[in-house]
Structure formats: structure tokens, C-alpha cells
């Protein structure tokens, strides 16, 4: 089974300049994440949809960051203009349902993460 | 608020050593899970663990949750070069996942 894609790998742009990344999830997964990674730290949910609908967007910067789900499968992630700050690795994660409140862990709440999209703000 | 510490933040050892990472927070949570993240990639699930005083075992991993559900812990016996990772632990709340900043290890030949 495919994993969840993402691209570009790496990427470096100047400040103020408009970027975009790509998530391919697992076929299947009605539930995608995209998070952000700052060096040192654990990612931080930026937002989730659950097919092309949006579930939690609160700790998006709505003000610089987009995401769309079109047709409820790939997803793209936009930053413009980037700030200095941005600088980070940016994960996306897919699921096959939302997890429940409770959390059992059920295969059905597994998140899969990519492998990330690295970004540096010159 | 939903914070989560992790400690130690770094750990280096030599192949064969045992080691312990935690994970501790003020509040009580329902549920926790622990993930791998190797450099370059993404966060890997290795277990979640729900009930107070549960202990989970995945081969020489040992999960524990805490009695009172506000820490939990990672026992690694017999530390091998392929363990060396970020090690993650994270909580569900309202709605989302809040991730620590883990402990970042590296286990020498």
C-alpha cells in the first residue's frame, strides 16, 4: 500500500514570496492533517479536513496560510507572503475516519504522515 | 492547556544500554500515544495507551501509562543503533492532537 506522498521536498524562498505544498493521502483516508514542525519541537496541528470539508482550522494563520481540499483526496497547502518564521517542515497526515473523543487508538484513527515538506525562509 | 513535557530532551548511549524517556503533563488525559519520527521522515505510531496503569510491550518497548493518567513512560531495554529517533508523545482534545517536543536519541555503535 502507497503511503501518503508530499511535494516538494525541500524548498527555499525569500521572505514575502508565495510557496505551496502538495499531499497526495492514502487512498481511502476521508481524514487529512496538515501540521507544522518547527525545529525542536513536535508538529502543530494546522488544520484537519474530513473529505473536502474543513474540521479545525483554529491554529491556522489565516492571514498568510490557505489549504484546500478540492474534490476530497489530494490537498495543498499555501503560504503568501512567508515570513521569516514559517521556516519548517510541514507534514501532512491522513487517516480513514476522524478519531473518536475518546482516542481508543482503533485502526481506524491511525494517523500516517508523510515524509514532509522542509522549508526555509531566507 | 494542553502542554506536554518530555524528558530528557536529548539522550546518547552506546548499543546494549537500557533507557527510559517520559512524558508528563498537569491535567489529565484520556488517552496517549507514542510515536517515532527517524530524520527526514514523519512521526511513526507505536502505540496508544487509554486506561490508567496500563502497560503496553511492542518487542523491547515498554509503554506505561500513569495511575493517575497525567504521565506516561517509554522503557527501551537493550538500546539498538536502529532505535535512535525522535520519540513523541502526544494527546486527543477537543478535537485535535497536541504533540510534545520529545526526546531526540541516538543510540552509538
Known amino acids: 500500500e502507497a503511503g501518503v506522498a508530499q511535494s516538494p521536498r525541500y524548498k527555499i524562498i525569500e521572505k514575502r514570496q508565495s510557496v505551496a505544498f502538495w499531499c497526495n493521502p492514502i487512498?481511502?483516508?476521508?481524514?487529512l492533517y496538515w501540521y507544522q514542525q518547527i525545529l525542536g519541537q513536535g508538529p502543530k496541528l494546522l488544520i484537519q479536513?474530513?473529505?473536502?470539508?474543513?474540521?479545525?482550522d483554529s491554529q491556522l494563520p489565516k492571514d498568510r496560510f490557505s489549504a484546500e481540499r478540492l474534490k476530497g483526496v489530494d490537498s495543498t497547502l499555501k503560504i503568501q507572503p512567508a515570513k521569516l518564521e514559517d521556516s519548517a517542515v510541514y507534514l501532512c497526515?491522513?487517516?480513514?475516519?476522524?478519531?473518536?473523543?475518546?482516542?481508543?487508538?482503533?485502526?481506524?484513527?491511525?494517523?500516517?504522515f508523510g515524509p514532509g515538506t522542509r522549508l526555509l525562509v531566507l | 492547556t494542553q502542554l506536554l513535557e518530555q524528558s530528557p530532551q536529548f539522550l546518547s548511549i552506546q548499543e546494549g544500554e537500557n533507557l527510559t524517556v517520559y512524558c508528563n503533563s498537569s491535567?489529565?488525559?484520556?488517552?496517549l500515544q507514542w510515536y517515532r519520527q527517524e530524520p527526514g521522515e514523519g512521526p511513526v505510531l507505536l502505540v496508544t495507551?487509554?486506561?490508567?496503569?496500563e502497560v503496553k510491550k511492542l518487542k523491547r518497548l515498554t509503554f506505561q501509562f500513569g495511575d493517575a493518567r497525567k504521565d506516561s513512560s517509554l522503557h527501551i531495554t537493550a538500546a539498538q543503533t536502529g532505535d535512535t529517533g525522535l520519540y513523541l508523545c502526544?494527546?486527543?482534545?477537543?478535537?485535535?492532537?497536541?504533540f510534545g517536543s520529545g526526546t531526540k536519541l541516538n543510540v552509538k555503535p
Open positions: 497526515a491522513s487517516s480513514l475516519g476522524p478519531p473518536h473523543p475518546g482516542l481508543a487508538g482503533g485502526p481506524r484513527e491511525t494517523q500516517y
Open positions: 487512498s481511502g483516508h476521508a481524514t
Open positions: 479536513f474530513q473529505n473536502n470539508g474543513v474540521v479545525d
Open positions: 491535567s489529565v488525559f484520556s488517552s
Open positions: 495507551v487509554v486506561t490508567g496503569g
Open positions: 502526544a494527546r486527543y482534545n477537543f478535537n485535535k492532537f497536541y
